[in-house]
């Protein structure tokens, strides 16, 4: 079996345009140029060439059998995020979770709400290692 390597870490114009693919599904790079000039004025060959890029480091699929060509993201939102907070995690805190949550709370306060969920998930993990 042939493992495809993992994409390679996206960069903060990338994962604009992954937030976008991953709003609105499959899109041209038209469709993402409307979307990227909500917030800031972008060139259509500016976006064609980062989705270029963006495909050969393995962070979407392009559809070449379709005419425009079609992209999507190769993972889903949460497998990238994921991805970021694994890198993150082990990169600045040496692969401690509780460090990494307890800055992450100290930066933003989490809503009543998040902070329930939160304590649902460490109920279930809580539960798992028993």
């Known amino acids: 079996m042939i493992r495809t ?21 499959p899109s041209t790079v038209r469709q993402v140029l409307a979307e990227l000039n909500r917030d800031r004025a972008t060139g259509y060959t500016t976006a064609l060439k980062m989705m270029q890029i963006m495909t050969e480091k393995g962070l979407v699929e392009r559809d070449k ?10 993972l889903s939102r949460e497998q990238t995020e994921r991805q970021l907070v694994r890198d993150l995690l082990e990169r600045a805190f040496a692969g401690s979770a509780k460090r990494l949550v307890l800055q992450a709370l100290a930066v933003k306060k989490a809503s009543a709400e998040e902070m329930a969920e939160i304590e649902k998930l460490l109920n279930k993990l809580e539960e798992e290692k028993q």
């Open 5 to 25: 390597p993992a994409p390679k870490r996206p960069t903060n114009s990338e994962l604009a345009i992954l937030r976008i693919l991953w709003e609105k599904g």
């Open 65 to 74: 059998s379709a005419r425009p060509q079609i992209y999507r993201p190769r």
